[in-house]
């Protein structure tokens, strides 16, 4: 494992341990990443959304971990951490919106479409965190299938490289991870 | 299961909805870094402000070696375009003037956050310090022309500030304006509208509608500028007040090409209205305009200065096109020609900017001769169009195709254009074709070919002929980068032909450059040599000795000369050629590029002979040249990575190959689909020896992929694949393929008839192992 990675692999593990400015310091680091996402997502582009991401999450690597370094395996292992990355740092923030608009710090008289579609969002994101707890118990190899493809926008190939699994196998977890989850997804 | 349930999740989806524009929105410029963090070598101190998607702090020397402080600004990081920045701050830190604020340091940190560290200033921002000091129109006017020196000053070196405004200039206790934040306005400014960061009421209408910006957007920003502080002025009045108003409506024009074409011609105006002389649009009528350029002689040296600065330009530039030093393309054109010599002294004279010669650049000095093509000449169309075209053409040689085309999109290039001969029509397209070129737009390049040849339709003549020759090679050209190499090389014969009878020489050069290399790429090399030999001499003949074209045409004979294996000959041709082009003075960085593509050559010449460690040092030496100038988005360093690449593969320094391929495969995919069908290939032959088959697989297959769609003339690279699925199948022990592939690769080889040294080596190797049944490196 490289420098690099291992200092992502800090952050995440103290982020998951309700470190604040671990958090923040994880964002800053996908920071460039997100902004081009969020820049792609706006301008509607035709290209599928996996193409985009994942060669974002290549160049996310080649950034952090240089171009020079890391055997296929390390990258590897950087996708697998890249993929919990992003679902901590959504799942983090849709946390703390809902808790803003709960604690109601200020009032908005109007709400714009968009602010109901992000707090529809968000409460998802939530609900869907708080589950994966629970299937990552009963099945841990589907929720890191499910991660890496709904949080880190990983195609099936990758998903089952970057895993160490057949492509089968990703993909029949995939099935069983989104009916675990629609079972009991509320709504 | 229920279809419905798996078609709730779907893949990247969390990535898609409004959550992760809101957080990317809420993070801006970042958190504040506490005091005592460390920037680079420095220190964070306090914090001085923020602003939209940067913070400014104090900071010092971390590392004590000298005292110094300094503001560290930190911008929130761009990856797409850090190179751009960094080639962009490079030239900031060139910079030297006593009015702009100037750069210390510069760099990224992990983050990918940009920090510039600039001189710390005290001062007022500039519209503060007329108030305070209620200074006069005059006053206003004479501080306001210092700060546009400054602007000039950085536009004559390719710089646009992109973000002036009243508080992006200081003034200093002794009332003198220092412009800060140069160079760094790029890195705040963002491809998407949205959310590019624009100081309110200071963006340009372009930079609003998220368009490519230009020097004029500056001289949009200036004329707002100078209306902010003419606001805060007593006002001026009667016909000052008139002729400042329009100037400001000149220079805020909402079309740029309706405003000042430079910060010349700005300045020009100012002066005006400090001197009480009409505007440069007042002047004269047409009419009257041609009758004094008659009378009197000053008028009538602007139209030689303009005759003159082209001339000498393209003298200097026909002479050596990469020369650095105006002084010395002055030199060249003085010795080249006594009418220049007189025009060189009428130029002097007549341009105020060039009082002593030395220090207007070429560049300048077609700006110059631009911004007075319309105004000066209304009356003379023939002259205007013959300097249109020089001027372009001058614009061309320097690379500079944005600006050339900006020529030849105004309403009076229009008018020129409608009413020209079909000889000119047919050369300006031809030029706008080339500058599209350069800018890599191709398509559109080849509409304009399309233009020009349907504008000669009925013409005949040897010029007309030759203009034929002319777009025949452009056309040929195009096909070429587009890997239509069959199409291409008719092309280049129908040319060659048609160059010879018209004894249009400079066409019957690129001609047969082209098509040698061509011939060269698809391993025809004995028809090559034919043909470089021929171009070297047309080349010399035309431009001379120390002309890049003949450099580079020596380099690439040197090649073809090595695969015949005529050792002696490939070596000294290339070594001639490096030292030509290391003996010329003042080299820019077009020479220093030969040079690499020399040293390239050079390592070519060497790997054929298999000296692999002195060609990884002759192709290192030609990468760090390109690394150092090369623009960004080049293609040029795909060939020397390509080389280490393949050196260090045979070798067996996996490492260093994998390193190089990487490279190679990141330039070549702007670039040629041939190059990007080779890097991938060698990633999976270093993946498939380094025991990472489903690496080498996965490269293959998108080797295959683009081979599928990719028009190859080389047999070699077929040979080399075949290899490769060899290789690929031995180390995973599956023989019966490998000895297939195998087999298909000799045929490859055996019919193509090329094997050249490394291609033994590995189809040997490969060979060597499904014998032995055991994967070795």
Redesign the interface.
Known sequence: MSE?TQDFARLLDACRRGDADAS?RL???V?????????A???QVAAP??LN?TSLVH?CYL??AG??VG??ASRHHFFNLASRV??Q??CD??RQ?LAEKRGGGQVRVTESV?DA??HA??SD?VEIDNLLVGLEREHERAARV?EC???????EQETA?VLGVSLRTAQREW?L???W???R?AG | MDPRALDRFRTGQALQGPLLRELVGRHGAGAIRPAGSLVGPWRILELLGSGGMAHVYLAERADGEFEQRVALKLVCGNVELSHRLRHERQIVAGLRHPHIVSLVDGGDTVEGDLWFAMALVEGTSIDAHVRAHALDWRACLRLFDTVCAAVEYAHGRGLIHRDLKPGNILVDGGGHPRLLDFGIALAEQDADAADRVLTPGFASPEQLAGQEISTRSDIYQLGLVLRALLAAAPAATGAVRTDLERLLATATAAAPEQRYPAVTALREDLDAVLSRRPLAQDRATPRIRFARLLERQRHAAIVFALAAVVLVASLALAAWRLSQEHRQALAHAQRADGVARFLVDTLSQANPYAANGSNVSVLEAMDFAASKLDAELGDAPEVRRELRLRIGGVYLNLDEGRRCLDLFAGTAAAADLAQATPLWRARSLILNSECHLVLDQRALAWQQLDAAREALADQSGTEADALRAFILVDRGQLRSLDDRIEEANRLFEQALELARQSHATEQEYRATRMFAANLQTAGDDRHAVELLQRALGLARQVYGTTHRSALTTAGLLAVSLARLERWEEAEGTVRDALAAAESIQHRGAGADVVIAQLRDGYANVLWQQGRLTDCIEQAGQALAIYRRVAEPNSTQGFNPSWRVATCAYQLRDLAQSRVHAEAALGYAENGSPVGKINALRMLAAVAARSDDPAAAKAYLERADAALAVTEVTSPTVFSAMFLTHALLAAQTGDAATARTRLAEADRSIEHSGQNPAWLRQERESVAAMIDTGSPQR
Do not use: K, P, W
């Open positions: 690099a923040a964002v800053r680091l920071y460039g990443d997100l902004r081009r996402l969020a820049r997502q706006r301008g959304a996996t991401t160049e950034r952090i171009s020079s055997s296929v992003m679902r740092v959504l923030y849709a919106r968009l579609e992000g969002e968000a994101l499910f493809r709904y949080f880190a926008g990983l195609g490289d099935n991870a989104r009916g989850l629609a079972e997804l």
